[in-house]
T-cell receptor, first 114, second 114 residues
Protein backbone atom coordinates (compact mmCIF):
# COMPACT_ATOMS: atom_id res chain seq x y z
CA UNK A 1 0.00 0.00 0.00
CA UNK A 2 1.11 3.54 -0.61
CA UNK A 3 0.06 6.84 0.89
CA UNK A 4 0.99 10.50 0.89
CA UNK A 5 0.75 13.07 3.67
CA UNK A 6 0.96 16.76 2.95
CA UNK A 7 1.49 18.84 6.05
CA UNK A 8 -0.48 22.04 5.97
CA UNK A 9 -3.60 22.38 3.86
CA UNK A 10 -2.95 26.12 3.55
CA UNK A 11 0.39 27.89 3.37
CA UNK A 12 0.90 31.63 3.03
CA UNK A 13 4.19 33.26 2.13
CA UNK A 14 5.19 36.78 1.22
CA UNK A 15 6.19 37.58 -2.33
CA UNK A 16 9.95 36.99 -2.61
CA UNK A 17 10.09 34.64 0.36
CA UNK A 18 11.02 30.98 0.37
CA UNK A 19 8.29 28.51 -0.50
CA UNK A 20 8.38 25.17 1.33
CA UNK A 21 5.59 22.63 0.86
CA UNK A 22 5.96 19.41 2.78
CA UNK A 23 5.26 15.90 1.56
CA UNK A 24 5.89 12.57 3.25
CA UNK A 25 5.12 9.27 1.62
CA UNK A 26 4.70 5.65 2.52
CA UNK A 27 5.47 2.90 0.05
CA UNK A 28 6.44 -0.75 0.36
CA UNK A 29 8.63 -0.55 -2.75
CA UNK A 30 10.88 2.17 -4.16
CA UNK A 31 8.50 4.97 -5.05
CA UNK A 32 8.09 7.29 -7.94
CA UNK A 33 7.21 10.74 -6.65
CA UNK A 34 5.51 13.68 -8.30
CA UNK A 35 4.44 17.22 -7.62
CA UNK A 36 1.49 18.59 -9.57
CA UNK A 37 0.09 22.11 -9.55
CA UNK A 38 -3.54 23.06 -10.07
CA UNK A 39 -4.51 26.59 -11.02
CA UNK A 40 -8.14 27.68 -10.60
CA UNK A 41 -10.53 26.01 -13.03
CA UNK A 42 -7.75 24.00 -14.61
CA UNK A 43 -6.47 20.47 -14.54
CA UNK A 44 -3.26 19.34 -12.92
CA UNK A 45 0.09 20.14 -14.46
CA UNK A 46 3.25 18.23 -13.72
CA UNK A 47 5.82 20.34 -11.86
CA UNK A 48 8.49 17.71 -11.42
CA UNK A 49 9.03 14.04 -10.78
CA UNK A 50 11.52 11.69 -9.17
CA UNK A 51 11.99 8.20 -10.55
CA UNK A 52 15.62 7.17 -10.06
CA UNK A 53 19.03 8.82 -10.00
CA UNK A 54 19.72 12.30 -8.68
CA UNK A 55 17.71 12.97 -5.56
CA UNK A 56 17.45 16.72 -6.15
CA UNK A 57 14.97 17.23 -8.92
CA UNK A 58 14.39 20.51 -10.72
CA UNK A 59 11.07 21.32 -12.27
CA UNK A 60 9.28 24.10 -14.07
CA UNK A 61 8.78 27.65 -12.79
CA UNK A 62 11.84 27.51 -10.52
CA UNK A 63 10.58 24.73 -8.26
CA UNK A 64 12.68 21.86 -7.02
CA UNK A 65 12.26 18.94 -4.67
CA UNK A 66 14.61 16.60 -2.87
CA UNK A 67 13.96 12.91 -2.38
CA UNK A 68 15.12 11.82 1.08
CA UNK A 69 14.68 8.12 1.51
CA UNK A 70 15.69 8.08 5.18
CA UNK A 71 13.01 10.66 5.98
CA UNK A 72 10.48 9.33 3.43
CA UNK A 73 10.07 12.92 2.29
CA UNK A 74 9.81 14.81 -0.97
CA UNK A 75 9.42 18.45 -0.01
CA UNK A 76 8.87 21.11 -2.67
CA UNK A 77 10.78 24.38 -2.53
CA UNK A 78 11.22 27.60 -4.45
CA UNK A 79 13.71 30.24 -3.32
CA UNK A 80 11.58 33.27 -4.11
CA UNK A 81 7.79 33.22 -4.33
CA UNK A 82 5.99 35.00 -7.13
CA UNK A 83 2.37 36.06 -7.22
CA UNK A 84 1.78 33.64 -10.10
CA UNK A 85 2.71 30.72 -7.80
CA UNK A 86 -0.63 30.98 -6.02
CA UNK A 87 -2.32 27.64 -6.67
CA UNK A 88 -3.01 24.27 -5.11
CA UNK A 89 -0.16 21.79 -5.03
CA UNK A 90 -0.46 18.03 -4.88
CA UNK A 91 2.19 15.50 -4.01
CA UNK A 92 1.66 12.03 -5.45
CA UNK A 93 3.31 8.62 -5.35
CA UNK A 94 3.16 5.63 -7.65
CA UNK A 95 4.81 2.29 -7.36
CA UNK A 96 6.09 -0.26 -9.80
CA UNK A 97 2.96 -2.37 -9.72
CA UNK A 98 2.18 -2.03 -13.39
CA UNK A 99 -0.75 0.32 -12.84
CA UNK A 100 0.20 3.92 -13.29
CA UNK A 101 -2.12 4.78 -10.43
CA UNK A 102 -1.21 7.93 -8.62
CA UNK A 103 -1.98 8.15 -4.94
CA UNK A 104 -2.39 11.81 -4.10
CA UNK A 105 -2.01 13.80 -0.95
CA UNK A 106 -4.86 16.05 0.11
CA UNK A 107 -3.23 19.13 -1.38
CA UNK A 108 -1.75 22.39 -0.11
CA UNK A 109 -3.20 25.70 -1.14
CA UNK A 110 -0.44 28.27 -1.51
CA UNK A 111 -1.29 31.93 -1.04
CA UNK A 112 1.20 34.66 -1.89
CA UNK A 113 1.02 37.85 0.14
CA UNK A 114 1.98 40.99 -1.81
CA UNK B 1 -1.42 20.53 -29.32
CA UNK B 2 -1.26 17.54 -26.99
CA UNK B 3 -4.30 17.50 -24.80
CA UNK B 4 -6.92 15.61 -22.85
CA UNK B 5 -10.41 16.92 -23.52
CA UNK B 6 -13.35 16.39 -21.21
CA UNK B 7 -16.98 17.24 -21.86
CA UNK B 8 -19.03 18.70 -20.41
CA UNK B 9 -17.04 21.03 -18.18
CA UNK B 10 -20.04 21.67 -15.94
CA UNK B 11 -23.26 19.73 -15.43
CA UNK B 12 -26.15 20.04 -13.01
CA UNK B 13 -28.57 17.13 -13.09
CA UNK B 14 -30.96 15.17 -10.92
CA UNK B 15 -30.73 11.91 -9.06
CA UNK B 16 -31.19 8.85 -11.23
CA UNK B 17 -30.77 10.46 -14.64
CA UNK B 18 -28.06 8.60 -16.52
CA UNK B 19 -25.14 10.70 -17.69
CA UNK B 20 -21.88 10.26 -19.54
CA UNK B 21 -18.74 12.34 -19.25
CA UNK B 22 -16.55 12.00 -22.30
CA UNK B 23 -12.77 12.00 -22.32
CA UNK B 24 -10.56 12.06 -25.39
CA UNK B 25 -6.78 12.27 -25.77
CA UNK B 26 -4.79 12.97 -28.92
CA UNK B 27 -1.41 11.62 -27.80
CA UNK B 28 -1.94 7.95 -28.69
CA UNK B 29 -1.54 7.09 -25.02
CA UNK B 30 -2.22 3.55 -23.91
CA UNK B 31 -3.10 4.36 -20.30
CA UNK B 32 -6.15 6.38 -19.23
CA UNK B 33 -7.71 6.96 -15.86
CA UNK B 34 -10.53 8.75 -14.09
CA UNK B 35 -10.17 10.52 -10.75
CA UNK B 36 -12.55 12.44 -8.55
CA UNK B 37 -11.45 15.37 -6.44
CA UNK B 38 -13.21 16.21 -3.20
CA UNK B 39 -12.24 18.85 -0.61
CA UNK B 40 -9.86 17.50 1.97
CA UNK B 41 -9.51 14.15 0.18
CA UNK B 42 -7.28 15.00 -2.76
CA UNK B 43 -7.79 12.98 -5.93
CA UNK B 44 -8.94 9.39 -5.82
CA UNK B 45 -8.86 6.96 -8.70
CA UNK B 46 -12.20 5.64 -9.96
CA UNK B 47 -11.27 3.41 -12.90
CA UNK B 48 -8.29 2.98 -15.17
CA UNK B 49 -7.51 1.39 -18.51
CA UNK B 50 -4.19 -0.07 -19.59
CA UNK B 51 -5.27 -0.32 -23.24
CA UNK B 52 -8.26 -0.88 -25.52
CA UNK B 53 -10.80 -3.25 -23.98
CA UNK B 54 -8.74 -3.46 -20.75
CA UNK B 55 -10.25 -1.69 -17.75
CA UNK B 56 -10.04 -2.16 -14.00
CA UNK B 57 -11.33 -0.67 -10.77
CA UNK B 58 -9.51 1.99 -8.83
CA UNK B 59 -10.14 2.96 -5.24
CA UNK B 60 -13.70 4.29 -5.54
CA UNK B 61 -15.47 2.51 -8.44
CA UNK B 62 -18.95 2.11 -6.90
CA UNK B 63 -21.66 3.77 -8.97
CA UNK B 64 -19.49 4.25 -12.05
CA UNK B 65 -18.87 2.42 -15.31
CA UNK B 66 -16.29 2.94 -18.03
CA UNK B 67 -15.51 1.56 -21.46
CA UNK B 68 -12.48 1.66 -23.72
CA UNK B 69 -13.54 0.73 -27.23
CA UNK B 70 -11.06 3.06 -28.89
CA UNK B 71 -7.61 4.07 -27.78
CA UNK B 72 -8.35 7.78 -27.67
CA UNK B 73 -11.66 7.70 -25.76
CA UNK B 74 -12.47 6.71 -22.20
CA UNK B 75 -16.00 7.77 -21.18
CA UNK B 76 -17.20 7.74 -17.58
CA UNK B 77 -20.79 6.61 -17.15
CA UNK B 78 -23.04 7.23 -14.16
CA UNK B 79 -26.01 4.91 -14.67
CA UNK B 80 -28.03 6.25 -11.74
CA UNK B 81 -26.31 9.30 -10.27
CA UNK B 82 -26.74 10.12 -6.60
CA UNK B 83 -25.90 13.28 -4.63
CA UNK B 84 -22.76 11.68 -3.17
CA UNK B 85 -21.33 11.66 -6.68
CA UNK B 86 -21.32 15.44 -6.74
CA UNK B 87 -17.65 16.16 -7.31
CA UNK B 88 -14.94 17.43 -9.64
CA UNK B 89 -13.83 14.75 -12.09
CA UNK B 90 -10.56 14.50 -13.96
CA UNK B 91 -9.55 12.29 -16.83
CA UNK B 92 -5.85 11.59 -17.29
CA UNK B 93 -3.67 9.72 -19.75
CA UNK B 94 -0.11 8.43 -19.85
CA UNK B 95 2.11 6.90 -22.51
CA UNK B 96 1.72 3.45 -20.99
CA UNK B 97 0.94 1.81 -17.68
CA UNK B 98 4.49 1.69 -16.40
CA UNK B 99 5.03 3.57 -13.19
CA UNK B 100 7.00 6.78 -13.45
CA UNK B 101 5.25 8.05 -16.55
CA UNK B 102 3.88 11.57 -16.12
CA UNK B 103 0.14 11.83 -16.47
CA UNK B 104 -1.63 14.45 -18.55
CA UNK B 105 -4.87 15.77 -17.10
CA UNK B 106 -7.96 17.27 -18.62
CA UNK B 107 -9.40 20.51 -17.28
CA UNK B 108 -12.02 18.75 -15.20
CA UNK B 109 -15.79 18.26 -15.15
CA UNK B 110 -17.77 19.65 -12.26
CA UNK B 111 -20.86 17.53 -11.62
CA UNK B 112 -23.70 18.53 -9.32
CA UNK B 113 -26.29 15.86 -8.62
CA UNK B 114 -29.44 17.25 -7.00
Amino acid sequence: AQSVTQLGSHVSVSEGALVLLRCNYSSSVPPYLFWYVQYPNQGLQLLLKYTTGATLVKGINGFEAEFKKSETSFHLTKPSAHMSDAAEYFCAVSSNFGNEKLTFGTGTRLTIIP
Amino acid sequence: EAQVTQNPRYLITVTGKKLTVTCSQNMNHEYMSWYRQDPGLGLRQIYYSMNVEVTDKGDVPEGYKVSRKEKRNFPLILESPSPNQTSLYFCASAYNGQSGQPQHFGDGTRLSIL
